[in-house]
């Protein structure tokens, strides 16, 4: 019993066979959609069984509590489901949210609930009422207490039904779980699910060279104040389209360096993960992988593709090669990654603290390559020719604004407009 709930949450071991998938907007969404696009991942070029769909609502668009249009074809495609219910809203709006589950269970019964892979209550709801998300202009989020509330709720639904057995958690970015404030909900969680964006990232060195690090930084934090509960990656991704982000180049060729260093090591390391988007067409930034049901850059991973991080103790660094291969140490995990030839990245404790990135720049011949040190100076040594810059330290790493058709425009009731994370 014990292997086969392990199986479902899907840990770090790459034994267990990780869920994979894409997230999909409900805006403008009806069955032959839903149905159309799960057929696309499930059957896309190098995108090896991509067949599960993390879903934000229950409610199908246009109605007052409806389930929603994705369940029907997710049973006819045999799609796996992360379901969400919408929390940023009240009671009143919640309790809307509430009977869809319920109509679903009793509607479709168990050829539901054996796709169900676990339930999301809210996303990014915590963000969005920070610091940073107010700033950033986020829109309306939800309060620690009443996503407490409403987890309780959901709980409460579900028991003695067959989804009774399923795990129940929250989507959020890593800033806001590692705050101590908020760990109550982490407490009521059975999973965190973790939005992370290195592209978002502009008080960091966001290259792509670096993204990889940075995604791996921001989940060892999380998975420290995580209590054990499996860490599920609902959002990620690189835009192929868009602007610059502080140095993070919107491109296909970055958007497929990114997918070879994160999902690839996500799939590897047998984490439960959805990626963002399948399709993005006319958003920008542009996230989809895919045009026309083809993929826009290689989607297959080898067995040693990717980026390990498996710490979850003291300090780290990463060291830059001749051939543009960073190799980062945490502890006792090691891993790599592709990376600019002049840029070296460090990071203070993992799980804790700030991080930090050196451009450490020199000339001449390829030679030794450099180290960096968190509170130091990291110098870079080419030949004879070395140079040095000093750590520059960032303060926050989560996902910043974004707007989506999945998320933003996600409008239950008058109080969601139009979102941006």
Known sequence: MKSSILAVLGGASTALAAVRGFNYASQGQSYDGFASQFNTAASLAGADDFTSARLYTMIQEGTTNTPIDAIQAAIDTNTTLLLGLWASV???????????????ISQYGSSFAELVVGISVGSEDLYRISETGIAAGSGVGQSPDVLVDYIGQVRSA?????????????VDTWNVYVNGSNSDVISNCDFLGLDEYPYYQTTDVNTIGNSSFLFFQAYDRVQAVSGGKPIWITEAGWPVSGPTSNLAVASVDDAETFWQGVACALENRGINFWWYILND????P????????????????????????????????????KNGTATASHGSGSG????????VTA???V???PSAAVPATATGSSGAGATGAAGATATQTQGGATGTAPVATSTYTGAAIRSEGSMAGLAIGALVAALVL
Do not use: M, R, W
């Not at 067409?281 to 920008?284: D, I, M, P, Q």
């Not at 989809?288 to 593709?305: E, F, I, Q, R």
């Not at 790599?336 to 840029?343: A, D, E, I, Q």
């Open 90 to 104: 009240d009671q009143s709006s919640f309790d809307n949210e509430i009977t869809a589950l319920k109509s679903a």
């Open 158 to 170: 579900i028991k003695g039904t067959s989804l009774g057995s399923k795990p129940v958690g929250h």
């Open 281 to 284: 067409e006319g958003s920008s």
């Open 286 to 321: 542009s996230f989809g992988v895919s045009s026309g049901g083809k993929p826009l850059y290689n989607l297959a991973c080898n067995a040693t593709a990717g980026y390990t991080s498996t710490s979850s103790s003291a300090s780290s660094t990463a060291t830059a090669s």
């Open 336 to 343: 790599s990654s592709s990376v600019t030839l002049t840029t």
């Open 347 to 349: 990071s203070g404790a």
């Open 351 to 353: 799980g804790a603290g």
